[in-house]
């Protein structure tokens, strides 16, 4: 009988975790050897210990620097603090990427085996058969043409202190995975995110340092996920909390329930870098938290500060995108496109507003906005908010409170 790897009991999973860690092993790679030829050998449960170097990928016949497709592995970059690059695993492509035409898209891609992009298997397989188990740590990944660190179909993962930068697309991209946390990471100089956590459930996003991108940190289209005390800066939006028509990805009927607490928010006023042809080309620089079509999410004990547009932004889908080319009678939305029964509360939001792009909706600039003009969005509550005097935008005169 086939078992869904999906759908373990508890008492089964540290059963069989407590046998693999049993029989774990732990392979070493010193510069100059190969990292992916000691994951291709491990077995379920094992460790990679990677000393400090720099480790060069290039494999004609895999588009990653490395592919990740047993249970359990443990990846581990041994850090040593105080030498700068020199003590740190640094892993890049041996040739840059040509935008378009690169080799090696993605730095660290853990997914069950069979289900890449160009696998074609269909992601009821890769559902099916998820990966169970994956941790990384202590790794530096830049120069790839897409992302840094990707999980596709995992449950049970870790991504803990790493830095990613200097890539086309995402720093850190958890899709389509579940029971994850991603602390204490560094990911900066993307072309879209330095963070991006999409279709996947039960994820906790802590303390991590987010700057220089499109966009710090994204949700979309997933379930039950914390985003706390990480500090997101020097962006074009900090934190985006976006509905499922910015990717195209396909709507859950469960979506929501994303926490936003106790972050630092600041100077998000980056020139967004973003491809034109891009979705998030078409963010205004400026915005701090920014809820886009979204519904039963709570935004709370953040600061906000010295964000040159919109402190903290709650608007529909389709007043958003106006007529412009995202504006929903060329793309009508996939799914609900309100933003309803959000709470903001206790934020402390200072200092935004005062310098707005010089576009058509520059009149929204304050620390608080409400807008919604199209959807007739209901059910939001914004509430203990400081200090007094904050300036702020409503659609509806004052900022709503039928939520409260």
Not at 105 to 118: K, L
Not at 132 to 139: A, E
Request: hydrophobic share 35%; proline share 7%; aromatic share 8%.
């Amino acid at each position: 009988m086939k078992i869904n790897k999906h759908y373990f009991t508890p008492l089964v999973a540290v059963a069989l975790f407590a046998t693999a860690a049993a029989n774990a092993a732990v392979h070493r790679v010193f510069p100059g050897e190969s990292i992916q030829a000691a994951i291709d050998k491990a077995s379920p449960g094992d460790t990679i210990m990677v000393e400090p170097g720099i480790y060069n990928t290039e494999d004609p016949n895999s588009r990653f620097g490395l592919r990740i497709k047993t249970d359990n592995l443990r990846l581990i970059g041994k850090v040593k603090k105080g030498r700068g690059d020199a003590g740190k695993v640094i892993l890049t492509p041996k040739t840059p990427p040509v935008t378009g035409g690169g080799v090696q898209q993605t730095g660290v891609y853990a997914a069950p085996d069979g289900c890449t992009p160009e696998d074609g298997v269909g992601d009821e397989f890769c559902e099916n058969n998820r990966l169970q188990g994956f941790y990384i740590r202590g790794f530096t990944v830049h120069g790839y043409e897409w992302n840094g660190i990707q999980t596709r179909f995992v449950n049970d993962f870790k991504i803990i202190r790493n830095e990613t930068h200097t890539l086309e697309r995402n720093g850190i991209y958890p899709t389509i995975s579940a029971n994850g946390l991603v602390q204490n990471n560094v990911s900066y100089g993307t072309l879209d995110t330095a963070m991006w956590v999409a279709a996947s459930e039960n994820v906790r996003v802590i303390g991590n340092d987010l700057s220089l991108a499109p966009i710090g940190l994204e949700v979309n289209v997933s379930v039950d996920i914390e985003v706390l005390q990480n500090d997101v800066y020097d962006n074009t939006v900090g934190i985006a909390l976006f509905h499922p028509n910015s990717a195209g990805n396909a709507p859950r009927p469960d979506m929501g329930n994303w926490v936003v607490r106790q972050n630092n928010v600041y100077d998000n006023n980056l020139p967004n870098p973003a491809p034109p042809e891009s979705f998030q080309a078409s963010l205004p620089p400026g915005i701090g938290i920014l809820l886009l079509g979204v519904s039963d999410n709570v935004v709370e004990k953040n600061t906000v500060e010295d964000n040159d547009f919109v402190g903290i932004g709650v608007l529909g889908w389709c007043t958003a995108q106006g007529t412009g080319p995202n504006n929903c009678i060329d793309r009508p939305p996939i799914t609900n496109p309100q933003a309803n029964d959000n709470l903001i509360s206790q934020n402390k939001v200072r200092r935004n507003g005062g310098n707005p792009p010089p576009i058509e909706t520059s009149f929204l600039a304050a620390d608080l906005t409400y807008f919604d003009v199209v959807e007739g969005s209901s059910g939001n509550c914004f509430k203990k908010n400081k200090p007094k005097g904050y300036t702020y935008v409503s659609s509806e005169g004052e900022l709503p409170t039928d939520g409260c």
